[in-house]
């Protein structure tokens, strides 16, 4: 009997803490018969110990194998990956995420109905520890994240982007492998790709994970920061957004700054940044106890400033990403290691 062979792929650097309880995920997947799996780590030559315990893995389950990522950035890790992977179907695992025991199946699953050239299930956010829990319920609120659809977790039917992935090895044939001039924001543009040429990314709510995000203020305004420096690189190279809310935050940013600055020299431009500041302070307690009121009032005290890093960070990543791109400058070195 031919076997249907699905490869999965993972990045990762550092992940001593993480790599264990993964393969045992992965391993523990529960798979069709006539399924056979395949396993490939790319690690981001980490100095942890990590290695160490994918040596033990691979050595122990013939379907585990470790890839050298020499450039240690998450683009370049995926693109070794796929080059060397054997199966029809590829699906991307990341290591700081839960997954039910069918995630694959269900993956499988909606490539087979629908055809398209990526499909995922929504990326739910599911935290530990007060802070961690308030990151977790503003990352799923429309109100901070612009209404994505991928944050949407009954949502079915197209997406501009998905979290994760799992493609039909024809797709990376056709569309090509991941940009590895991006650090970050580097599925986002793959997806964009696809979109643009009438490719189709379909979000599942029965592809069911969980991702779990930054446990500090200061992670989550690094991680912000990347991810809003490098959209600017996406948007240059394809001459548009991926959606419209990726603009706002970087709009709000550079119009309060900019107000901020003539205030000092134009009363009225003062009062107009006075009027903007206190504006979006409503805003981010109006959500706030909208969040809370559903997620739990404990978080409530956290919860303002754990918008505020979200969109400041990003903003003001968006705004230093411009700043590089408008003078034709490659992106800076400072944006080009990734944070946890």
Same mark, same amino acid.
Request: glycine share 8%; hydrophobic share 45%; net charge neutral.
């Given at each position: 009997?031919?076997?249907?062979?699905?490869?999965?792929?993972?990045?990762?650097?550092?992940?001593?803490?993480?790599?264990?309880?993964?393969?045992?995920?992965?391993?523990?997947?529960?798979?069709?018969?006539?399924?056979?799996?395949?396993?490939?780590?790319?690690?981001?030559?980490?100095?942890?110990?990590?290695?160490?315990?994918?040596?033990?893995?691979?050595?122990?389950?013939?379907?585990?194998?470790?890839?050298?990522?020499?450039?240690?950035?998450?683009?370049?890790?995926?693109?070794?990956?796929?080059?060397?992977?054997?199966?029809?179907?590829?699906?991307?695992?990341?290591?700081?995420?839960?997954?039910?025991?069918?995630?694959?199946?269900?993956?499988?699953?909606?490539?087979?109905?629908?055809?398209?050239?990526?499909?995922?299930?929504?990326?739910?956010?599911?935290?530990?520890? $007060?802070?961690?829990? =308030?990151? @977790?319920?503003?990352?799923?609120?429309?109100? !901070?994240?612009?209404? %994505?659809? &991928?944050? /949407?977790?009954?949502?079915?039917?197209?997406?501009?982007?998905?979290?994760?992935?799992?493609?039909?090895?024809?797709?990376?044939?056709?569309?090509?492998?991941?940009?590895?001039?991006?650090?970050?924001?580097?599925?986002?543009?793959?997806?964009?790709?696809?979109?643009?040429?009438?490719?189709?990314?379909?979000?599942?709510?029965?592809?069911?994970?969980?991702?779990?995000?930054?446990?500090?203020?200061?992670?989550?305004?690094?991680?912000?920061?990347?991810?809003?420096?490098?959209?600017?690189?996406?948007?240059?190279?394809?001459?548009?957004?991926?959606?419209?809310?990726?603009?706002?935050?970087?709009?709000?940013?550079?119009?309060?700054?900019?107000?901020?600055?003539?205030?000092?020299?134009?009363? $009225?431009?003062?009062? =107009?940044? @006075?009027?903007?500041?206190?504006?979006?302070? !409503?805003?981010?307690? %109006?959500? &706030?106890? /909208?969040?809370?009121?559903?997620?739990?009032?404990?978080?409530?005290?956290?919860?303002?400033?754990?918008?505020?890093?979200?969109?400041?960070?990003?903003?003001?990543?968006?705004?230093?990403?411009?700043?590089?791109?408008?003078?034709?400058?490659?992106?800076?070195?400072?944006?080009?290691?990734?944070?946890?």
């Amino acid at each position: 009997m031919n076997q249907r062979r699905i490869s999965v792929i993972a990045p990762c650097r550092n992940e001593r803490a993480h790599v264990v309880a993964f393969c045992d995920a992965v391993a523990a997947q529960e798979l069709p018969e006539g399924v056979a799996l395949e396993v490939l780590v790319a690690d981001g030559m980490s100095d942890d110990g990590t290695r160490d315990l994918l040596v033990q893995r691979c050595a122990a389950d013939p379907r585990f194998a470790m890839i050298d990522n020499p450039r240690r950035i998450v683009s370049s890790g995926l693109n070794r990956c796929i080059e060397r992977a054997r199966g029809e179907v590829i699906v991307r695992m990341d290591l700081h995420t839960r997954y039910e025991s069918d995630y694959i199946v269900e993956c499988l699953a909606a490539l087979d109905r629908t055809g398209a050239a990526n499909v995922g299930g929504p990326w739910r956010a599911e935290g530990e520890g $007060a802070t961690q829990e =308030a990151v @977790a319920a503003a990352f799923q609120s429309r109100w !901070v994240t612009g209404g %994505a659809r &991928s944050r /949407a977790l009954d949502h079915e039917g197209p997406v501009d982007t998905v979290y994760l992935g799992c493609w039909p090895r024809a797709t990376f044939d056709r569309y090509g492998l991941f940009d590895e001039d991006l650090v970050r924001n580097q599925d986002d543009e793959h997806n964009l790709r696809l979109t643009r040429r009438g490719a189709v990314v379909w979000q599942s709510a029965r592809i069911v994970s969980a991702y779990r995000p930054r446990e500090t203020l200061a992670q989550l305004f690094r991680q912000q920061l990347q991810y809003g420096y490098w959209k600017p690189f996406v948007m240059r190279k394809h001459g548009q957004a991926a959606a419209l809310r990726q603009l706002a935050p970087g709009a709000f940013v550079a119009a309060l700054a900019l107000s901020v600055l003539l205030g000092l020299v134009w009363p $009225a431009a003062g009062r =107009a940044a @006075a009027l903007l500041g206190n504006l979006y302070g !409503v805003y981010v307690l %109006a959500v &706030s106890l /909208a969040i809370a009121r559903d997620e739990g009032y404990e978080l409530l005290l956290r919860l303002p400033l754990v918008i505020v890093s979200y969109h400041a960070g990003y903003g003001l990543g968006t705004l230093c990403g411009w700043f590089d791109v408008l003078r034709g400058r490659s992106p800076s070195p400072a944006f080009g290691t990734l944070t946890r």
